[in-house]
């Protein structure tokens, strides 16, 4: 309902309705509507992290289909797709909240840094095996990355696409990495 219809279409009818429960069920457990969005936060949170962690055990085994930013860009542009994309609709309402919300910002944070995370090990798989690049360098390419695809995906939730292919979306974050280096002067 949040990915659908903004922050504003969710209340508790709304959600007693949608769900085909008794009117009330959703106010009885949930007494206020902050808390109504930060359960829905925290499930929401619980997916990505389920989802983050699936993608870090294929990334280990024999595929290498979610290896690198390869694999970093199929996973991006898997949200342009149903659910992922009602799910990022729904996360950037809830990430617009957080702003005022320390609560909700505590609740998200577990997410961003798992996706924080996944974009330091893209980086890292970027060097050659065997190589020590300086861990600034590695950070300020993950924050970069970071950057790049939240922009890619806030283009995918407006509706209006910038990248419509993995293999193009690779060779950008690839770019970005790159130039991260090239700046800094490796």
């Known amino acids: 309902m949040l990915g659908e219809n903004g922050v504003h279409g969710v209340s508790h009818p709304k959600v007693d309705e949608h769900a085909g429960v008794p009117a009330g069920t959703a106010s009885f457990y949930f007494r206020t509507r902050k808390a109504l969005l930060h359960a829905v936060a925290a499930r929401l949170a619980e997916l990505d992290v389920a989802d ?19 694999g970093l860009a199929r996973i991006v542009m898997y949200v342009n797709s149903e659910p992922w994309l009602t799910r990022a609709k729904a996360r950037y309402e809830l990430v617009l909240l957080a702003g005022r919300d320390p609560e909700l910002t505590a609740i998200l944070s577990e997410s961003a840094e798992r996706l924080h995370a996944l974009a330091r090990q893209v980086v890292t798989q970027w060097y050659p095996t065997g190589s020590t690049p300086d861990p600034a ?6 924050v970069a990355t970071l950057a790049f695809i939240n922009g890619v995906m806030l283009t995918f939730v407006a509706g209006q696409p910038t ?24």
């Open 137 to 142: 360098l590695i950070e300020d390419q993950a």
């Open 52 to 70: 983050f962690s699936l993608v870090a055990e294929l990334a280990k085994g024999q595929s290498t289909q979610f290896a690198g930013t390869a």
């Open 163 to 186: 990248v419509d292919d993995a293999e193009r979306l690779d060779r950008l974050i690839r770019g970005v990495i790159a130039g991260v280096a090239e700046v800094r002067g490796r």
